[in-house]
């Protein structure tokens, strides 16, 4: 392009960074002043500040805060050393110097945690007046809880110094965490969204950043990005050359950085949120002016060019709209369009339709109104056919094949939904509502699995078609007296649209777990969307979100959190009157105390509750099996394999005769059954059992899935029962690899397999490979589960018997005493007394 935007920079290209006509940015500056910069580029950004006054009277203030520091400050922080006091806080190390001040990492005695503690600089640039607002900002900060806005903990002067004591995050900066690799346009845009909720949610309670840009967000660890330094340019040296004050509430400041200042601020004039918009968006296109090989689709430039608009009345009205924008795609926003208008029918529009034989929903059941662009089904397929492995072109025309079902599906149900209240008057326009609400988060599972497949480097092939049954049933959209019962959607527009925007991002993220396994950087997302459906004040999406987010935490093996979680998920699932999520929530309560922690009183009493919920109203057959399965698991795990059977053999009915039932689902609850008939020594029918649940899963998904892997080692449970140990052992190993391969090789699920291997490499005789084993195993899972976990102390029984076998009397015996400890505080008296006898056997010791 050679025409240039309205404030005098160049736009940025997609595919390459701003250079030397776009203002510098303040790494840049600081190269420059220290003599890093090549020749060449220091000459590019010296003529650059020859003709831009703005970077001129800024770069003045940079060169006088990084060459001449004021001696008293320097002196001072000389002072700061290693376990210095400052009022209550112990000092731990310096972590950065800027203009403004010295950021420490400190430790909080009282709240007995980490802090970064900032104080200002203590010159005469930051007069009385500045000290006061800055005060009264940070204050404000301090009173502003959200996840995307680094927390302020406390602000004070003391010896005439202002300190603000902050969040610690442990991470990078954005800008850090952008020059780490290439990232694909989505990963960046997903970053972006969580500092935008930052600045969106200080822009509600009347905070303007003034200073947005990479170095001022922080990426944790976590994943979640946070903005920091609210407020704090407005009291910089440039206060002094400004010939009048504007108030509080809208203010001049050149304390921002050129690269990203808006016109506004350029020359002087007040700011207020729409310049924090500007920079957003001119910091967002600058970073995906480097992503990773794809380029970011045009509509995205589209919304951040306007953002960047000369005139701060031609942004867009509010960062909460802008950030709408930026979450729904062109086809999504086009398809939200068609069926709000397709809701709006008039009464005239209805007459004249029925003056021509036609009926008011015509319009629905043509074709035209797919769930998806025909268009982007055909990419999805070519996609996976392109793939090399032998059985692409297969999995692609079943995936295609399952979508085309989906999409009749759908389209057949909202023609129902619109003749039942348009034509037969049989529901009213809130239960159509409702419908519609169904159906369209249908549509975004479909868009969420489509551009994570379209976009994906590397196919997850055998994961495709599972992932393409697990859509969300559309017969849901038919259950009108769930419908009834759930809270309506809120009336406003804008709320509405956030909601929708939320919901495409919860879509998506539950496939990339699904398909990717990915859980760490989906953390991030998932805790946004389920802060924002907090905000919005709609519970029905805070229990969906609740439920996922669940799920991650427990994936990383944050028990702890994950039953919080599911506990919030479940207030909100009850005030949103869904009876149904509250089920399925409770269930995981069960799931997650009972049979991952062996907390099975607290286990006993959600499953009572999820019992109750779920008698309620219909519920589906999964549903039903999903609890009877678990009661099941519950049963075994406290010693009672008949009770447990009998549930099995109800959850197996349940899920048989559900319509809704996945193959997978099918085939865990026959390895569930198996194991329970394993427990009874009943080993050729478990066997039998396994073999039905291997065919369903090698023909539905494929031999590589993690299912495959939990039959399997069932399958080699049942044979070691059945006396062989040569087989069994083999499939352990196989079940290993493919759970290493799903989940990583520290992954608890291997440790689990790990320690089967070493029982049975004992009972082989090859005590030294089983000792090897059983160590991994307990080392993953100490690591992944606590060392009091009941599967810890299983696995220091297999390791006892290995070291015995070598001769080890005093590891034999090390081991054999953690684990009855374990299995005494644990209650299980039985399982104590039968170690207690093990450690009782004779050993010869090999050990002179």
């Known amino acids: 392009m050679s025409e240039l935007d309205r404030d005098g920079s160049q736009p940025v290209d997609a595919a390459r960074p701003t250079i030397a006509t776009a203002c510098p940015d303040e790494a840049t500056v600081q190269a420059l002043l220290e003599r890093r910069l090549a020749a060449d580029e220091a000459a590019r950004v010296q003529t650059h500040l020859d003709g831009c006054s703005t970077c001129r009277r800024w770069l003045a203030a940079a060169a006088h805060a990084v060459l001449e520091p004021d001696p008293d400050r320097q002196s001072d922080d000389g002072l700061r050393s290693r376990g210095a006091e400052f009022g209550r806080y112990v000092v731990l190390d310096v972590i950065g110097r800027g203009g403004m001040g010295t ?51 406390d602000v004070g002067t003391l010896d005439g110094e202002v300190f603000i004591a902050m969040e610690f995050v442990e991470g990078a900066t954005l800008r850090q965490w952008q020059r780490e690799r290439a990232r694909p346009w989505r990963e960046i845009l997903c970053t972006y969204l969580m500092a935008g909720e930052g600045l969106a949610a200080a822009h509600r309670v009347g905070l303007v950043h003034r200073d947005f840009k990479p170095d001022n967000v922080l990426v944790g660890h976590d994943g979640r990005a946070r903005v920091a330094d609210f407020g704090l340019a407005r009291a910089g040296r440039f206060a ?10 809208e203010t001049s400041a050149l304390a921002g950085t050129p690269a990203y200042m808006a016109p506004e601020q350029r020359i002087g004039d007040a700011v207020d949120a ?44 509010a960062m909460a709209t802008l950030l709408g924008e930026l979450r729904r795609e062109p086809a999504r926003r086009w398809r939200r369009l068609a069926l709000g208008g397709s809701a709006a ?88 509502d409702q419908r519609m609400v169904c159906l369209d988060r249908r549509r975004s599972a479909v868009a969420a699995f489509v551009g ?26 038919a259950d009108l007296e769930r419908l009834a019962e759930v809270l309506p959607l809120p009336g406003d527009q804008a709320a509405r649209d956030g909601l929708a925007a939320a919901t495409d991002t919860l879509e998506r993220a539950w496939i990339d777990r699904y398909l990717f396994g990915d859980s760490g950087s989906l953390m991030g997302p998932v805790s946004s969307v389920y802060e924002a459906a907090s905000n919005l004040h709609y519970p029905p999406l805070q229990a969906k979100a609740a439920s996922l987010l669940a799920d991650l935490q427990q994936d990383a093996g944050d028990f702890a959190a994950a039953h919080r979680t599911l506990q919030d998920g479940l207030i909100a699932a009850t005030a949103g009157h869904d009876d149904r999520t509250a089920g399925v929530l ?72 559900a319509s809704g039932a996945t193959p997978g689902e099918r085939a865990g ?52 029962g059945a006396g062989d140990l040569e087989r069994a052992l083999e499939l352990t190993e196989r079940a290993r690899s493919l759970f290493a391969l799903a989940y990583g ?8 397999v790990l320690r089967n291997l070493a029982v049975f490499e004992t009972e082989l005789g090859r005590t030294t490979a089983a000792r090897e084993h059983a160590r991994k195993a307990l080392e993953i899972l100490e690591n992944a589960l606590g060392h009091e976990h009941p599967m810890v102390g299983e696995t220091l029984t297999a390791l006892g018997i290995a070291e015995r076998s070598l001769g080890a009397c005093g590891a034999a015996r090390d081991a054999f005493t953690r684990a009855i400890a374990i299995t005494t505080a644990g209650d299980d008296a039985a399982e104590s007394q039968r170690i207690a006898a093990l450690a009782a056997l004779p050993c010869e010791s090999a050990i002179p």
């Open 745 to 752: 090789a520290d992954d608890r699920r291997v440790g689990d």
């Open 240 to 249: 002094e050359e400004l010939e009048s004050r504007p108030s509080d509430s």
């Open 452 to 477: 994570a497949v379209t976009e994906a480097e590397t196919l997850p092939l055998h994961e495709l078609v599972p992932a393409a049954l697990g859509l969300p049933r559309i017969a849901d959209c």
């Open 274 to 317: 729409r310049a924090d918009q500007f920079a957003f968006c001119r910091a967002m296109q600058e970073a995906l002016a480097s992503c990773a090989s794809d380029r970011a689709p045009k509509w995205l430039h589209a919304v951040l060019r306007r953002g960047q608009a000369h005139a701060p009345e031609a942004r867009w009205p």
């Open 669 to 720: 609850e026959r390895s569930n059954y198996a194991a329970t008939l394993m427990a009874l020594d009943r080993h050729a029918e478990a066997a039998r059992v396994l073999d039905e649940a291997v065919a369903l899963v090698q023909t539905e998904l494929g031999d590589r899935h993690p299912v495959v892997a939990a039959i399997l080692q069932n399958q080699a449970l049942a044979l070691a």
């Open 586 to 657: 409770a269930i995981k309560v069960a799931a997650l105390l009972g049979i991952e922690q062996r907390r099975f009183a607290e286990a006993e009493t959600a499953v009572r509750f999820a019992e109750a919920l779920l008698a309620r109203g219909p519920s589906p057959a999964e549903d039903q099996a999903g609890l009877r399965s678990v009661r099941a698991l519950l049963a075994r795990l406290q010693g009672d394999p008949e009770g447990a059977l009998a549930l099995h053999r109800e959850a197996l009915a349940l899920i048989d005769g």
């Open 345 to 432: 029918t008039s009464t005239m529009a209805v007459i004249t339709a029925m003056r021509v034989g036609s009926t008011p929903c015509d319009d629905l059941d043509d074709g035209r109104e797919q769930p998806w662009d025909p268009r982007e089904l055909a990419a999805l397929q070519a996609r996976i056919a392109e793939d090399p492995r032998a059985d692409a072109t297969a999995i692609a025309a079943r995936v295609v094949g399952e979508f085309e079902s989906y999409a009749t599906a759908w389209v057949d149900m909202r023609t129902d939904a619109c003749l039942a209240h348009r034509v037969r008057d049989e529901q009213s326009a809130a239960l159509y």
């Open 103 to 153: 950021v420490f990492s400190a430790w909080d005695p009282e709240l007995d945690r980490r802090i970064a503690l900032k104080l200002l600089r203590d010159d005469r640039s930051l007069r009385d007046e500045d000290r006061r607002r800055l005060q009264r900002e940070a204050q404000a900060m301090a009173k502003l809880a959200h996840p995307n806005v680094v927390a302020v903990h």
